[in-house]
């Protein structure tokens, strides 16, 4: 059964940084693509980076491309989301997605491509 967990998240003013991890099991990043997707009250979920099965590509939103990097850890089976210079309008629920798929990172930006998700972890960043 796939599971995955994210974690990482917390509070942090603007300009700040945080690090979230997305731990996977049941499936292995050699056939999966891995993304993160994010959520406020009221809004639908939305896209915000995903990295391909053969870990060569990545796409942003383009309101976090330059700020954040998305990356996967095999050997741990880890995917992450660096987050940089953090603005208030990025506080939301973050949710790590999988899809079993060979396509490359640009051809999985919607939602209802992803098969498994996490139950998401909050960033609240303050102005």
């Known amino acids: 059964q796939v599971q995955l967990a994210e974690s990482g998240g917390g509070l942090v003013q603007a300009g700040g940084s945080l690090r979230l991890s997305c731990t996977a099991s049941?499936?292995?990043?050699?056939?999966?693509?891995t993304g993160w997707f994010r959520q406020v009250p009221g809004k639908e979920r939305e896209f915000v980076a995903v990295i391909s099965r053969s870990d060569i590509s990545t796409y942003y939103k383009d309101s976090v491309n330059g700020r954040f990097t998305i990356s996967r850890d095999a050997a741990k089976n880890t995917m992450y989301l660096q987050m940089n210079s953090l603005k208030p309008e990025d506080t939301a629920v973050y949710y790590c997605?999988?899809?079993?798929?060979?396509?490359?990172?640009?051809?999985?930006?919607?939602?209802?491509?992803?098969?498994?998700w996490g139950q998401g972890t909050q960033v609240t960043v303050s102005s």
């Open positions: 049941g499936l292995t990043f050699s056939t999966y693509a």
């Open positions: 997605a999988a899809k079993k798929s060979a396509l490359a990172a640009g051809a999985i930006r919607e939602r209802q491509d992803y098969d498994y």
